[in-house]
């Protein structure tokens, strides 16, 4: 496959990169931090999706190497930002099949001299139905290293609230699939506002994804929800904007 073989060079091309999208804190109105999303800028493909390329990485097992890349990359940014805010970065659990991630989770930080309490690392849901001692042993690793751990798109996996008593999660965040109906359908109101609360109770933070409307931001801000990103506040884009970024939301 020919994607195949592009992927492979596509890190020493140094045709990844990465973008961020602000996380905004619904109470103090301002940006807490930034979601580290990967871009692959194809030479004649143009922009292609991790939506489309991360799936190959994971099946060819390149995506240790561009993972690696992915938190290495992340933490030096974020270690230049201007203000002390947050940096979260996707992992796939094919990173956990092996027990390096915490030595490079630690190297990472070492290296950018960024505080662990700025990175906040999101899992998700398949992740833990592997059932694996070894899985938890690693998330323990990475938070005694005083990194955060975060279940992304909460709700859309094989959901078990067993999960969330099994490992001690710092933040729940509800899939944006709920939060796109929330204003219109009972059925997604229902779930963003227990996840909201269910997180409240259990001493999670929780994000809203994907909000796109106002009228989404203020009923989620009234609801307790303390951290929403979606297109309303902007887009992920590219590193250099992050300043302006930083300084645009209110
Ligand atoms: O940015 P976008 O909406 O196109 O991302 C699509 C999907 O790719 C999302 O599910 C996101 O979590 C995932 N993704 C983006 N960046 C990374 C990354 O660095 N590592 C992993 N494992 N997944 C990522
Ligand atoms: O799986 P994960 O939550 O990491 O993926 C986030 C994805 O959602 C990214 O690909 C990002 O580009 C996309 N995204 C972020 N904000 C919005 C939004 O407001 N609306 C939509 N439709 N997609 C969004
Ligand atoms: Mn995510
Ligand atoms: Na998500």
């Known amino acids: 496959r020919d994607l195949e073989m592009d992927l492979g060079s596509a890190l020493a091309r140094g045709e990844l990169a990465l973008f961020y999208q602000p996380l905004v804190d619904t109470e103090q109105g301002r940006v807490g931090g930034f979601e580290a999303l990967l871009r ?7 922009t292609v999706s991790p939506a489309a390329f991360i799936p190959l990485a994971e099946e060819t097992g390149m995506i240790a190497a561009i993972g690696a890349w992915v938190i290495r990359r992340a933490c030096a940014d974020a270690a230049c930002w201007p203000l002390p805010v947050k940096v ?17 989770v630690a190297e990472a930080l070492a290296e950018s001299g960024l505080d662990p309490a700025r990175l906040e690392l999101e899992i998700t849901e398949s992740l833990l139905l592997l059932d694996d001692e070894k899985v938890l042993e690693i998330l323990h690793g990475l938070r005694a290293q005083g990194v955060r751990i975060a279940m ?5 996996g094989y959901s078990s609230l067993s999960y969330l008593r ?82 645009s939301i209110r």
């Open 40 to 46: 692959w800028q194809h030479p004649v493909r143009g």
């Open 88 to 104: 979260a970065v996707n992992l796939s659990p094919v990173q956990f099949r092996d027990r390096s991630l915490p030595r490079i």
């Open 152 to 156: 992304d798109d909460f709700g859309t």
């Open 166 to 247: 099994r490992f001690p999660f710092d933040k729940i965040k509800i899939d944006q699939s709920f939060v796109r109906g929330m204003m219109e359908q009972e059925d997604c109101a229902a779930i963003v506002s227990t996840v909201v609360s269910l997180g409240r109770l259990l001493g999670m933070s929780v994000n809203a994804e994907g909000v796109e409307t106002r009228e989404q931001f203020l009923a989620l801000r009234e609801q307790g929800c303390g951290e929403v990103q979606g297109y309303l506040f902007s887009p992920p884009r590219p590193a250099e904007e992050v300043v302006a970024m930083l300084g």
